[in-house]
């Protein structure tokens, strides 16, 4: 079982994903932008940050290359989900960090061989 972390602007979807990750046994916290989601990293990492690419306040991206900026949370696993073509990216988001990409929409079963992989390993520096 991972923590984990899910942030996305769109209140169905942050739904839809809390019930399939704890479906996987996951714990996960929820937030509605890349703000609130640094807030909950640092008042508890989690074993994995999955972001939306286009979110208000923060967004993905912004995140991403906020918290590998900080060495307390520098390789923190970092999922980037996103409606975007892998070609389509800008390249600040391909180059930003993420340790892996997933274009909705995804299979669960590709999500959780992800989660597994990235939750999986030690993130402390």
């Known amino acids: 079982m991972a923590d984990i972390i899910f942030a996305d602007d769109e209140a169905n979807n942050r739904l839809v994903m809390r019930m399939q990750l704890e ?19 640092h008042q508890e990492p989690p074993d994995l940050l999955i972001l939306d ?22 390789r923190l696993p970092i ?25 909705k929409p995804f299979q669960m079963a590709e999500l959780a061989q992800v989660i597994t992989t990235l939750a999986g390993r030690d993130g402390t520096p």
């Open 23 to 41: 479906l996987l046994h996951h714990h996960v916290r929820l937030a509605a932008d890349g703000q609130q989601a640094l807030e909950l990293v």
């Open 79 to 103: 999922l980037l989900l996103t409606a975007m073509d892998r070609h389509e990216l800008p390249a600040r988001a391909t180059k930003a960090g993420f340790d892996a990409i997933l274009t």
């Open 53 to 74: 690419l286009m979110m208000p306040v923060l967004n993905g991206v912004e995140a991403c290359l906020a918290l590998r900026a900080e060495p307390a949370t520098a």
